[in-house]
């Protein structure tokens, strides 16, 4: 099924209804996007000659227009690629090349940016600017119905950066999306037309995702004014909007919980916060749940499972006489309805009660694997699991606690950061001969980049200032390292490999951990 068949239907239903907001602007009813979806997608189908299954990139911060065209694309039987708007240009590049993408929607602000890249990435023939003239344009094209898309259709290529420091694109199909959703009406909440949902964290990741059951039973979207999480402003939208929820990462929870405008606000209006995508420390999840009261939810998902792999519920937060009320607080809960999880050993064998190894997952949410990595695929999907890289261990009661990941990602700020990417951008001063990245726990963004620097022999390690100058020429800002440590050797095993734990023992020592272990 197409998802933009949804928009179509509350436009037919409910035209003069309020469906996208910009802070309490109403941006359009849903009788205006249901046109501006068929038109804008009738448009791009037909100005640019593209055919169903094509590729169109998004590069946008949060703004109405992200979500007009998604389902636009949508709309044309186009697969959406949603770009973390934050990367740097090359890496734009890389996703797009790799995606083939044809056309890229983006803002003002990163169209400089992509329209450098006309003539370097072959497949790209058009840079769009929404808000912008060019879009209004096919915006009013002259509509048809949304394109026959069959389940097993791509939809959403979810672009997560990978151990090898090159992104890879988790396909997921119409299947994938519409169990996501699905699932979170059996597990996280219903939603009614009344309800709201706010679009502070990132449309490409995670709230992108959330959003799409609220699409589907017609609640309003809004995406703050200010793009970003400014307290004052959330306070003043929950007043606002109706039933509200929203998608945030632990780091953000945090900054909320300090926050008197949005904690008197939700204390009346707040609907859910539903947190994820990192650990969350216990002392600041105990925090928030005398802040907002038992309207928090946590999942734990992957692009690769799209958001949906265990969630631990409203009831289980506010369950504080429970013996091990606390325990299930440092857990991710329960599987999803949709899915089955396991945890097994080094041989895929499923592990008793308690042991630790890797978590696996099975279902209709899963990806169909890896665009354009046949092999990424065969070895993520082995047997028919999605090895999620994740080490946790469930309890009696069948709740799953992460301990670890196998995979080296740092989670800083609720963005994934991968240690070899960083490497690499480091590697290309000439000044440095090794260098080794961990994450050190840190009470603010959860986790924050370290970089262990072994400089050529013989010569001064580089400044600070160089190495983040050559960080900021290759890799996303948010990515460079927050401290450096130069050492004379990395300490490394028989085979040369560089001891990462050790590394990460030592940096450890230095602040609390959220995980348990
Ligand atoms: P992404 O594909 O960007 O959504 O990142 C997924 C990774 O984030 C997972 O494989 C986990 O390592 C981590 N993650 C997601 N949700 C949680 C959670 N609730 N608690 C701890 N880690 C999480």
Redesign the pocket.
């Known amino acids: 099924m197409n998802p933009a068949v949804w928009v179509e239907r509350h436009g037919r239903r409910r035209p003069e209804d309020p469906a996208l907001a910009e802070g309490e602007r109403v941006h359009a009813t849903w009788g205006a996007w249901a046109a501006r979806t068929a038109g804008a997608g009738t448009g791009l189908r037909e100005q640019f000659g593209l055919t169903p299954g094509d590729r169109v990139a998004i590069v946008m911060r949060n703004r109405p227009e992200y979500l007009e065209a998604l389902f636009a694309i949508w709309h044309a039987g186009l697969v959406a690629v949603p770009v973390n708007a934050r990367l740097h240009r090359d890496e734009f590049a890389y996703i797009l090349e790799h995606s083939a993408s044809s056309v890229v929607i983006t803002d003002e602000d990163h169209a400089p940016d992509l329209e450098s890249l006309l003539g370097t990435v072959a497949s790209l023939r058009a840079v769009v600017v929404a808000p912008g003239e060019r879009w209004t344009r096919l915006a009013s094209s002259p509509t048809a119905p949304p394109v026959d898309m069959r389940p097993e259709d791509p939809a959403w290529l979810?672009y997560?950066?990978g151990t090898t420091g090159r992104p890879k694109g988790?396909t997921l199909t119409a299947r994938n999306l519409l169990m996501a959703s699905l699932s979170y009406f059996a597990d996280i909440d219903p939603v009614s037309p009344q309800d709201s949902i706010l679009h502070a964290a990132p449309l490409s990741?995670?709230s992108g995702l959330y959003g799409l059951p609220h699409v589907a039973r017609g609640a309003v979207s809004v995406v703050p004014a200010s793009g970003g999480v400014d307290g004052d402003e959330i306070g003043a939208l929950l007043r606002h909007w109706p039933g509200m929820s929203f998608f945030a990462a632990?780091t953000m929870v945090k900054r909320l919980v300090g926050d008197p405008a949005v904690v008197a606000a939700a204390a009346s209006r707040l609907k859910t916060i539903i947190?994820?995508?990192?650990?969350?420390y216990l002392a600041d999840l105990e925090d928030a749940l005398t802040a907002f009261g038992p309207r928090l939810t946590?999942?734990?998902?992957?692009?690769?499972s799209?958001?949906t792999?265990?969630a631990?519920s409203k009831a289980d937060h506010a369950d504080r006489n429970h013996p091990r009320w606390r325990d299930r607080l440092q857990s991710?809960?329960t599987p999803r309805t949709d899915v089955e999880v396991r945890v097994v050993d080094g041989e895929d064998h499923v592990l008793p009660v308690g042991e630790v190894g890797e978590?696996l997952v099975r279902g209709d949410v899963v990806m169909a694997g890896y665009w354009n990595d046949a092999k990424a695929t065969a070895d993520v999907l082995r047997g028919g699991w999605l090895h999620?890289?994740?080490v946790g261990s469930f309890d009696a009661d069948g709740y799953l606690t992460?301990r670890d990941?196998s995979?080296d990602?740092i989670?800083s700020g609720g963005m994934?950061i991968y240690p070899r990417e960083v490497e690499e951008a480091l590697m290309r001063h000439p000044g440095v001969r090794a260098a080794a990245v961990v994450g050190r726990p840190d009470p603010r963004w959860g986790e924050s980049v370290i970089a262990f620097v072994e400089a050529m022999d013989g010569a001064a390690p580089p400044s600070v200032e160089e190495l983040d100058q050559t960080c900021l020429e290759h890799i996303a800002r948010y990515k460079r390292p927050k401290d450096y440590r130069f050492v004379g050797s990395l300490p490394t095993n028989n085979y040369g490999k560089i001891l990462k734990r050790e590394l990460r023992q030592q940096v450890r020592s230095e602040g609390e951990d959220p995980?348990p272990r």
């Open positions: 979810f997560t950066s988790a990741h995670g632990p947190y994820g995508g990192a650990p969350m946590q999942i734990y998902g992957q692009g690769e799209p958001m792999i265990t631990l991710v809960g978590v999620t890289g994740d992460l990941r995979k990602l989670i994934n995980r």
